[in-house]
């Protein structure tokens, strides 16, 4: 097999691995590049020439991997701190609750008129965590969505879980600004 058929099947393998879907290396550059060495096989180029164009190819697919490894972690990286910021915002929200029916709890002891002030107070960490729990279900369907290769639905999945994921901190900013408020009339 001449080396003009060779890089031809090259080219069809590409074509129909990017038709898969399979396009773990710019498939447009490297067929682009395969096209410029079919045509210079019709050009007698010299074996320097042929090498420095097969140089020049494997550089430009090895950019391409690096790039390709470079937006694999930069997922991992925004994944993992989505991760970490939901599960911060689960922390406090349910310590906040625990903390509040502790002190609510001793209430009942003495001063029973007192419990619907900090009653309200942790209905705002309460409604902080099913936010919070809504961003974890969001943010798996979000992936998934990605996944798929529909990025139209994940992209307004992945805003609905940053304004879901914001009102469940600004829940918690209020009830925290609430207990202070009962805690001052106490």
Request: aromatic share 8%; glycine share 6%; proline share 1%.
């Amino acid at each position: 097999m001449a080396d003009n058929e060779k890089i031809q099947v090259l080219k069809m393998l590409i074509e129909r691995e990017k038709k898969k879907g399979l396009d773990t290396i710019s498939s447009d550059n490297l067929i682009a590049v395969c096209d410029e060495l079919i045509k210079a096989q019709g050009t007698n180029l010299t074996a320097v020439e042929m090498e420095i164009l097969k140089k020049d190819l494997q550089l430009i697919i090895e950019r391409e991997k690096s790039i390709i490894a470079s937006q694999i972690e930069m997922r991992k990286s925004v994944i993992a701190l989505g991760q970490d910021a939901i599960k911060s915002s689960f922390l406090l929200q349910g310590g906040a609750s625990v903390a509040l029916l502790a002190f609510i709890g001793k209430l009942a002891d003495g001063h029973k008129e007192k419990i619907p002030v900090f009653a309200k107070c942790l209905l705002w960490f309460i409604i902080g965590a099913a936010l919070i729990a809504g961003v974890a279900i969001i943010s798996y369907m979000c992936n998934r969505c990605y996944l798929s290769q529909w990025d139209k639905a994940g992209d307004r999945l992945n805003y609905a879980a940053l304004c879901i994921g914001a009102a469940s901190y600004v829940a918690f900013i209020g009830g925290l600004y609430l207990t202070y408020l009962a805690f001052m009339c106490f």
